[in-house]
């Protein structure tokens, strides 16, 4: 019987995540399926949290699952799982042109000069963060075109 409800479960959660949308706030991944509630820091925290522990943001990020969407172009995976992590605070550096989360992407995407790098983000911010719920392929895509 136990085995006969683990799989249901198992089955239903994994069906669930395939019509799952993403949180733009601690990215995808089986948290933000699981936890819907983002209306508090708990609640965020407790999303990043099983995200973070469960290590699935990789899988979903690469299949396109867990509310995860893939980016148009292939790049490091260690990027897009990075840059799904670090929506916000790379939002934010990339406006002021400089921060350790992006010396961190710069370093991702092997780019050898960071300050120009960097530069050339935040002078194309607005065409990086199109709307306020863009999406992290969306982010990766818009900066391998600039």
């Known amino acids: 019987m136990k085995k006969i409800l683990l799989s249901t479960i198992a089955t239903f959660a994994l069906t669930a995540t395939l019509f799952a949308s ?3 706030q601690t990215g995808c991944g089986l948290g933000s399926v699981l936890i819907k509630d983002d209306s508090s820091a708990v609640m965020l925290a ?3 949290t099983t995200n973070g ?3 699935n943001q990789t899988f979903g990020i690469t299949s396109g699952t867990l509310g995860c969407k ?3 172009i292939v790049m490091n995976e260690v990027a897009q799982e ?3 992590s670090n929506m916000d605070i790379l939002a934010k550096e990339i406006a002021v042109g400089h921060g350790e989360s992006l010396d ?3 370093e991702l995407l092997e780019v050898q000069d ?3 790098f960097s530069a050339e983000l935040q002078a194309n911010y607005n065409s990086i963060y ?3 719920k863009v999406e992290m392929s969306d982010v990766l895509d818009n900066i391998a075109t600039i």
Do not use: D, G, I, R
Request: hydrophobic share 40%; proline share 4%.
């Open 53 to 55: 522990t469960s290590m």
């Open 22 to 24: 993403p949180n733009n």
């Open 82 to 84: 990075f840059v799904a």
């Open 114 to 116: 960071t300050v120009a």
């Open 46 to 48: 407790l999303q990043a």
């Open 104 to 106: 961190t992407l710069a």
């Open 70 to 72: 893939k980016t148009k």
């Open 130 to 132: 199109t709307s306020q």
